[in-house]
C-alpha cells in the first residue's frame, strides 16, 4: 500500500514519520539526490520538482520495494498515485512561527501559512484522491509520538476517512 503523508510545510511530517513503523521514503530528499527538479524558484528559494519524474522514480521504488507499506513524505506527496493520503494540519500561526525558527523569511513562512488556514493541501487532496482516501490530524500542541499514533490509525485502517474536519480560516481575518 502506498500512503501519502502530506501537509503543508511545517506540519510536522518528518517528525511524526520517524516515529513510525513503516518504509518511510522523505521525497524532498529523493528530488535533491536524483536531481528530479526543473528549476529553482529564487523567489520562494526552492526547487521546482519534476512531478512526473518522481512518480516514475516513486514507481520503481515500489516495485522493488518488500514492504507492505510505503509512506511517501512530503509537501508534495498528495500529487502522486497513493491508496491513502493523510493530512497533517497545524494552526497557522504556530505554524508560521515554526517556519520562521526554521530560518523561513517572514514572507515565505506568511504565503505557507495562508495555504494552510486556506486548507490548499487538503483541497488537492480531496480533488485527486476523493474524501473517502483521506485523513486529517491537527498536529497543534500535540506531541509527536500522539501525531504518530494517528497516522499509524490511518494506514492500518482504524480509524474513519476525516476530510474537512479542521478549519482555520478565522486566521484569514487577521
Same mark, same amino acid.
Given at each position: ?16 514519520s ?11 530528499d ?26 516514475a522514480?516513486?514507481? %520503481? ?10 509512506l ?11 491508496? &491513502? ?10 505554524? %508560521?512561527? &515554526? ?16 495555504s494552510e ?22 498536529t ?8 504518530a499514533t ?19 480560516t ?5
Open positions: 500500500m502506498r500512503v501519502a503523508l502530506t501537509g503543508t510545510p511545517g506540519t510536522g511530517k518528518t517528525t511524526a520517524e516515529r513510525l513503523p513503516y518504509d518511510v521514503v522523505h521525497l524532498n529523493v528530488v535533491r539526490e536524483h536531481d528530479l527538479w526543473t528549476e529553482r524558484d529564487a523567489d520562494r528559494d526552492s526547487l521546482v520538482v519534476d512531478v512526473e519524474a518522481l512518480a522514480w516513486v514507481d %520503481e521504488y515500489v516495485a522493488s520495494s518488500d514492504a507492505d507499506v510505503v511517501l513524505e512530503s509537501h508534495l506527496a498528495h500529487l502522486l498515485d497513493v491508496d &491513502r493520503v493523510v493530512v497533517l494540519r497545524c494552526r497557522p500561526d504556530l505554524l %508560521e512561527s &515554526r517556519l520562521r525558527e526554521r530560518g523561513e523569511n517572514a514572507a515565505k513562512a506568511r504565503e505557507n501559512a495562508e488556514a486556506l486548507d490548499v493541501v487538503l483541497s488537492e487532496s480531496v480533488r485527486d484522491h476523493g474524501a473517502e482516501a483521506v485523513y486529517e490530524v491537527d497543534t500542541d500535540r506531541t509527536p509520538e500522539a501525531v494517528d497516522i499509524e490509525a490511518a494506514v492500518e485502517g482504524d480509524r474513519e476517512p476525516s476530510a474537512g474536519t479542521v478549519d482555520f478565522e486566521y484569514l481575518q487577521r
